[in-house]
């Protein structure tokens, strides 16, 4: 259930243990993989070892690229010869569970092993098939003194596609609309200019972040949406149009590895997800200066939605949610 966790405050820095500064750490490392490590997860790691009495980073990584070295193999080849006498009384800080099996590179957890590393701190188990808690017993039957669960709510947070990807067999999926202040996302019918030039290009942003893009034919059809990129940089999420006659089949998604799905509409599509609850996180807009006299009213939020953050652009408002109850049914019925 760790997505009803994740809402809970976090500790303020002041107040963190070093377990927990150090996890902070790998967590931003983690961040600078998110567009090259897919399909992997975001992975950070930190080794800590005293030099002169006094806790010190001798190195540090993340996963940079899919098919390359993973976060604890680019922090152990960063440490300095002069440091690796250290290693031995170190601890490595991993925001991920370190892998057991052989993928297309060989286990971090024999690397950790080999190089006499003291101690690890994970930040939350891979519920990935292949290791699930085997890096972790490989390391403690190795004599490792291991550490799970520091920063867990963020650690899985960072990687909530990647879990629910594996965990569901299907993407993370986004829905997602702008509306009025009055709560329509048209006027009459026809289409509204409801975002700024600012929260236009954060739109694309998400885009960026994102494997696919999915609308319904009507929104295809009325407003020949281009789904682009084009106010940020990266690649375009797959564009995907649905309808009664093509209707969207989670497992052929789940089968092409895309991990993430962003729904934009229109109505009755966003609402054929809401009535299966095929949903993890909801991003509304809203302009609060902007008011129609009629047209399609917005869908309604679901019980179980809870807001996880707000931001004020001027006179917009994003407000971004996700759901109380974890892990979300998996379906690959057709939508």
Not at 1 to 8: N, P, V
Request: aromatic share 6%; net charge positive.
């Amino acid at each position: 259930m760790y997505f009803s966790r994740f809402f809970r405050t976090f500790a303020p820095m002041s107040k963190m243990t070093e377990d927990e500064r150090y996890m902070r750490r790998c967590i931003q490392l983690a961040r600078n993989g998110q567009q090259n490590a897919k399909p992997n997860p975001m992975v950070g790691a930190v080794i800590v070892a005293a030099r002169q009495s006094s806790p010190t980073i001798i190195g540090e990584g993340y996963h940079v690229r899919c098919g390359q070295g993973h976060a604890e193999v680019n922090a152990l080849a960063s440490v300095r010869p002069e440091d690796e006498e250290l290693l031995r009384e170190a601890t490595m800080y991993v925001s991920l569970e370190p892998c057991s099996h052989y993928g297309k590179t060989p286990p971090c957890a024999d690397l950790i092993i080999r190089k006499g590393i003291r101690r690890v701190v994970i930040g939350c188990i891979d519920e990935f098939a292949q290791v699930q808690g085997r890096g972790v017993q490989k390391l403690r039957d190795a004599g490792i003194d291991v550490t799970v669960g520091v920063l867990e709510e963020e650690c899985r947070a960072l990687n909530r596609r990647f879990f629910t990807f594996h965990r569901c067999a299907r993407p993370y999926i986004i829905l997602k609309w702008a509306q009025t202040a009055n709560g329509f996302i048209d006027d009459n019918g026809l289409a509204l200019n409801i975002s700024s030039p600012f929260t236009q290009m954060l739109s694309h942003k998400l885009r960026a972040e994102e494997d696919a893009i999915l609308v319904g034919r009507v929104t295809e059809e009325r407003e020949h949406p281009q789904l682009t990129v084009r106010e940020w940089r990266g690649v375009n999420p797959k564009r995907l149009v649905i309808d009664r006659t093509h209707p969207l089949n989670l497992a052929s998604l789940h089968a092409h590895n895309i991990q993430s799905l962003i729904v934009e509409g229109g109505r009755k599509t966003l609402d054929s997800f809401l009535a299966q609850n095929l949903w993890d996180e909801i991003r509304v807009e809203i302009n609060t200066q902007l008011t129609v006299t009629g047209g399609t009213r917005a869908p309604h939020l679901p019980a179980n939605a809870v807001v996880v953050s707000q931001s004020q652009y001027d006179c917009h408002q994003i407000i971004s949610y996700r759901s109380q109850q974890a892990p979300l049914p998996t379906s690959q019925s057709p939508i």
